[in-house]
Nanobody
Framework: QVQLVESGGGTVQAGGSLRLSCAVSGSIVSVRTMGWYRQAPGKERELVATITTGGGLQYGEFVKGRFIISRDIVKNTVYLQMNSLKPEDTAVYYC??????WGQGTQVTVSE
């Protein structure tokens, strides 16, 4: 009923930047907390960042200070600005909408 579609992933060199977008569509009745998670092969999915309906922010310790999450409620879109990327940031990044809606994921690869 509600769909999340990520875009903006790709391959960049270490130190580069990417901007991920997550477009929300479908039968949207309410504004909810949203965020980004990531998962690398052989590792558990981990929190990257979340943003509440009022703009409250929460970041994972590995990305705090380098990534910025934001949202445009009118456009039903959430963004993740990723700066100073490191090879260990390589993962599939998933958009999430409270409580149990997930996007298909977008691959981010950071080369040495």
């Amino acid at each position: 009923q509600v769909q999340l579609v990520e875009s903006g992933g790709g391959t960049v060199q270490a130190g580069g930047s990417l901007r991920l977008s997550c477009a929300v569509s479908g039968s949207i009745v309410s504004v909810r907390t949203m965020g980004w998670y990531r998962q690398a092969p052989g590792k558990e999915r981990e929190l990257v960042a979340t943003i509440t309906t009022g703009g409250g922010l929460q970041y994972g310790e590995f990305v705090k200070g380098r990534f910025i999450i934001s949202r445009d409620i009118v456009k039903n879109t959430v963004y993740l600005q990723m700066n100073s990327l490191k090879p260990e940031d390589t993962a599939v990044y998933y958009c999430w909408r409270s409580v149990t809606t997930w996007g298909q994921g977008t691959q981010v690869t950071v080369s040495e």
